[in-house]
């Protein structure tokens, strides 16, 4: 009964909480005065490249954002961890007189991977472009548009990280520079921490807090990372899946043989590579691993009523991508299946296909592979469950970061590789019936009339769990970004609009009682 | 009785012939003399591009072999296909007095498309690369050797095409030069016929045929394509599997997502490709598709007899390639497997693996697959085998070249298109106990004192069935090549003592009694 008042509760703090919200009028006033200059400010940084491998690149793009916080009066400081060659995180503080509570915003710089190839024709990850809706709506390029120029929220800038994450860049600088502007005041200690590692798998984030845990006490960590509700209604989410990722490759032929000279007596490390991915999943999306869903911790009652009231999505979503069946049980939920652990093929490649393929049978065949963790899951045991899966079909498994030896190739007739890429990290769950998260809420809704929609977790990652462990810390997630933003993969975007609506959510967030 | 006789026949004829050949020693002294020049021309020729794609550089190909044939006093003539824009196949003629056979000598002047990054550090596709031992075996680079310096015959030259087929073209004119230039001449009519799209399917090789039938009258051809056999030893080769390439591709979501946000809930079309190609084949190697191995034509006794006697290799390819296991059933023979048909990945793909690897949903997964066939199957009859087993995986097929609709993507939960990538075409086979094959035989032989190995059939395949439909015309394969050349995938190379054997093998067929 406890909990199903506690949800009840939630639900009253959303409802009256809007009615508060005069103030998000002035902070629109100064957003609809500055557009042109937010925007050519989220331009210039969109466009200097923020892979964690473009070494010199990821540095320009933190000196980007270091003069982002000087213009706003925040003194930049650079978190170097121990180990050298590494993006700084950046810090921030802004202490307010009197208050009895610290909050640090989260967002990170760097983005995923590119493959230029992939984007549609016209745009490059690192060319941010106008477009007049989503490219899958039938957008059209326009030109980016000039000072005084009306700007229509619902265009879309495409671009590498323009969603994720300099979108959350975006909205805590302005949300900040906004609520100062307008002259209001934070109602808290505001410290910026902006991680440049995120898409790397934060390998280096544990030094980094390790070593500042001083500087880094607070009540809470916001994370201002990943998209608004697929209704286009804001979300509080708070838990995040964990994430590792793996690489696996099968081994043909030292060399790349004739199809014809050789084909059906070489065996072909394509055609073993589909045989044991097939192995590890069954038709209906349940994975096949051993003991793959065993250390799940369950929902708690709270989390289960809050994913019943979820709204729907799923008919709008299948719909919109395209699809006529899902994974899972007939009639299970997106909210359902994602508060599971999954196993997904990110890529796969062996030699080549359209017109560059040819009659060969390829020498290795590799897929990447990331497994989402759920609460009560570790990220190395879910590894060696898979691991244990590959030897149990038959394959030696080289777990170093080594080619097999004439020797092994000799004595083995399946031969695998299993690698990690970069580091991953465990989910994490902050439990939703706290005060603070009570705050959090309300802040959100007074931005907003719809009621905000409660996510025990989402499916997405983040290192949250550092925080918990090595801080201590509390950690809720607010993203800003359209659901459709093509996060991760090629086309990326971020629809106007969410980054207006994410400088009032933001500027809200600051001013928390 | 009568076809064991054959065979003992055969034998004999071996035997004797390599007695006979004291004219093989004119043939390689004008080779010593020359060797430097007839590099020189074969490394120009090996740096055209020749891919049928690159239409000016294949133009630029055979232009060069026009002006290689000319050098050697035979008149060029390109053979247009009635369809534009096609490489021409290019035509020659030596007429002999008193000659009571024709016979046409083809090689094919197009290569196998190339993927530059695959290639090994320091090698290109395109520039001929000298080695001082195959790359596998620790080879080094070393500079092209300059005029009068020793040419060492274990060295390989790298390079798309230098075995397939352009080596086929080193042999035959050069074969032929060296016989006239050192005082034989020919004891047969002689005709050159260099295709120009063998790589690509030969799609208009049959309007090429049927255009200049009359000009093409002989009564045998010799095709100068594909190794020697796996031993050394050269080999007479009376069949081709047939050929034919598909694409499939399976579709997910429409745009790519967020493996967090959506992974197991929307079906990932990688993993659905696995599962289908996986459905195709099982771990022993047998193609799991419904009526694949029923066309079938069996050996003949002359032909199951002849595969009795083909040198072991397995021991030897095992331990060169690095493999323990093969497919098929214990103890089964390369030379068995190659008499099946196969089904053969040759790539695949979705999304990216490695540095450029995503956490995401990719929107479609694709393979290219090679279906070889042997005597009895059919082409199109063998891909549609393919496309009802996908079919009975629950697949909505589409055949066109074109995209699923909205409207299918409402409907079907499982959506695959097959399209073929360019022509394919049937298997052929010559009877091993014509008279001519006993003078083609017999004329090898002289030219080396181990047996040559005869073959009924190679795994490889060439559009024989082709000339025997419409020329009605018997053929022969004789190839020159090192059988770790590479063909067809990155790093293809020919070994120079290849080469040099090469133009005794042809000025031998030249001669054939």
């Known amino acids: 009964m406890i909990k199903i008042y506690t949800i009840f509760a939630l639900i009253l703090v959303q409802i009256s909480a809007f009615a508060q919200s005069s103030y998000i009028e002035k902070i629109q006033s100064f957003r609809k005065a500055n557009e042109s200059q937010l925007l050519d400010e989220y331009l210039k940084l969109v466009s200097i490249p923020n892979i964690v491998t473009d070494t010199i690149n990821i540095q320009k793009t933190a000196q980007f954002i270091a003069s982002m916080m000087e213009r706003r009066g925040i003194k930049p400081q650079f978190l170097e961890a121990k180990t050298k060659g590494v993006p700084p995180s950046i810090f921030g503080e802004i202490l307010t007189p009197n208050a009895t509570k610290t909050i640090i915003f989260y967002a990170h710089y760097d983005g995923q991977p590119v493959n230029p190839n992939q984007w549609a ?105 990943g998209p608004v ?39 072909n490390p394509a055609m073993k590579l589909v045989q044991l991915l097939s192995s590890m999943k069954d038709k209906n999306g349940k994975v096949l691993v051993k003991e793959f869903y065993d250390d799940v911790v369950p929902l708690s009652e709270t989390e289960k009523k809050a994913i019943s009231q979820v709204p729907s ?59 989402r963790l759920v609460l009560g899951n570790d990220q190395q045991r879910q590894v060696q469950k898979v691991i244990n899966h590959i030897k149990e079909q038959g394959y030696f498994v080289i777990t170093e970061d080594r080619e097999p030896t004439d020797e092994e190739r000799q004595k083995y007739g399946n031969i695998a590789r299993v690698s990690g890429k970069l580091g991953g990290y465990n989910a994490q769950r902050t439990k939703m019936d706290l005060p603070i998260a009570q705050e959090v809420i309300k802040a959100v809704q007074t931005t907003q009339k719809e009621p905000v929609v409660l996510l025990p977790s989402g499916g997405g990652s983040l290192p949250l769990y550092m925080f918990e462990q090595i801080l201590k810390a509390n950690t809720i997630t607010v993203g800003i970004a359209n659901h459709d933003n093509n996060q991760h993969a090629e086309n990326e975007n971020i629809r106007i609009q969410n980054l207006w609506n994410g400088i009032e959510t933001y500027a809200a967030l600051m001013m928390l009682k």
Request: charge should be negative.
């Open 121 to 225: 024709e016209g745009l490059k990850p690192f060319e941010a472009v106008f477009m007049d809706a989503a490219l899958d709506k039938g957008g059209k390029r326009i030109p980016v548009p000039q000072k005084g120029e009306n700007i229509n929220p619902t265009w879309r800038i495409y671009g590498r990280s323009t969603s994720d994450d300099k979108g959350g860049i975006f909205a805590i600088l302005n949300g900040y520079d906004a609520m100062i502007k307008s002259g209001f005041k934070p109602s808290i200690n505001i410290k910026f921490f902006f991680e440049g590692e995120e898409e790397a798998g934060s390998s280096h984030l544990p030094e980094i807090l390790e070593k500042y845990k001083n500087k880094l006490q607070s009540d809470l960590w916001i994370i201002c990372d």
């Open 229 to 267: 509700h697929q209704t286009g209604v804001k979300q509080v989410v708070f838990g995040v899946r964990g994430d590792v990722n793996m690489d696996i490759r099968v081994y043909g032929p030292k060399r790349p043989l004739h199809s014809g000279h050789y084909g059906n007596w070489i065996e």
């Open 313 to 371: 999505v799923e008919k709008q979503l299948k719909n919109e991508l395209g699809v006529a069946s899902t994974e899972g049980n007939e009639g299970e939920s997106l909210i359902e299946r994602i508060s599971l652990p999954s196993l997904n093929i990110n890529g796969i490649q062996s030699a080549n296909i359209g017109k560059l393929a040819a009659n060969v049978i390829p020498t290795v065949a590799i897929a990447a592979i990331d497994l």
